[in-house]
């Protein structure tokens, strides 16, 4: 089982790497495992957004992953998707706003959000606000950098995104729950229609397709489809002057099937 670390004790682990040890020295020095040094010495992304003195209440003295895992699973997928992080009203009381972007179109899973949000950080009211097109999840913790450590300034296809190994562990027992929140947030479930060669008009067929500007995204789709053992294929779309988009379509009738059973047409 791996561990969840506190952000000083990451910040102290990387500044090891940084002087000089190797990933067996600061495993010996601090016994962090080196799976997680390894992820870290990519990842920086957590280092720059606590001081030393200003440590997570929530992780201390040990921190806590987020639970229940079937929600966290499914909220990392939004997450990954449509949300983003931010300093909540004054930066000196060190609270974050989690906010997690619904398109109004598809009001359940407006609803679905806030119920994963709210069991993830339960005891506390999970809010909404209005914007044009869409509505806004939104959750105040001071722990979700820690529950997120992807959390970073920037745009999530500009930086490299990595789960921590204790993310992957929640991921591996929720892989469904993990692919659900990712297509809520960038992918869909619809008809795709081939005219028949024999020129006598269409036929069509379910498939879902999801898309993300990050590659490392996809990646985290695919490696998760891969698990589950449902086939998809690769596509990478390419428009002038639009950002490409690494894309992936499931399309085999199993497959779709399968799908089916933790994913679904949007509601
Ligand atoms: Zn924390």
């Known amino acids: 089982m791996h561990h969840m670390y506190a952000p000083h004790v990451r910040r102290h682990a990387v500044s090891l790497l940084d002087s000089g040890l190797s990933q067996t020295d600061v495993n010996r020095q601090t016994g962090i495992n080196r799976s997680t040094l390894r992820v870290w010495a990519q990842d920086r992304s957590l280092l720059d957004k606590y001081q030393d003195t200003d440590l997570c209440p929530r992780c201390e003295p040990v921190p806590r992953p987020p639970a229940p895992a079937h929600a966290y699973s499914y909220l990392l997928g939004l997450y990954l998707g449509d949300g983003c992080i931010s300093p909540a009203g004054d930066p000196r009381k060190k609270v974050w706003r989690l906010r997690i972007a619904c398109d109004d179109k598809w009001p359940g899973l407006i609803d679905e959000c806030e119920e994963a949000m709210s069991a993830v950080r339960p ?49 591996d027992e929720h892989p469904g729950r993990f692919v659900r929140g990712l297509m809520h947030s960038d992918g869909s479930r619809g008809l795709n229609r081939i005219a028949r060669r024999d020129g006598q008009g269409f036929y069509e067929y379910p498939r879902y397709l999801f898309a993300n500007t990050s590659r490392e995204i996809v990646g985290l789709m695919t490696a998760t489809l891969d698990r589950l053992e449902i086939p998809w294929k690769s596509h990478t779309k390419r428009q002038p002057g639009v950002l490409s988009q690494a894309a992936v379509s499931i399309s085999r009738k199993a497959a779709v099937a399968r799908m089916d059973a933790f994913v679904g047409p949007k509601y």
């Open 123 to 171: 005891d506390h009211k999970v809010g909404r606000t209005r914007a044009p097109g869409c509505t806004m999840v939104n959750g105040y913790w001071k722990h979700w950098p820690c529950v997120f450590p992807q959390h970073a300034p920037g745009k999530k296809h500009e930086r490299r995104i990595v789960l921590d190994p204790w993310q992957q562990e929640i991921v």
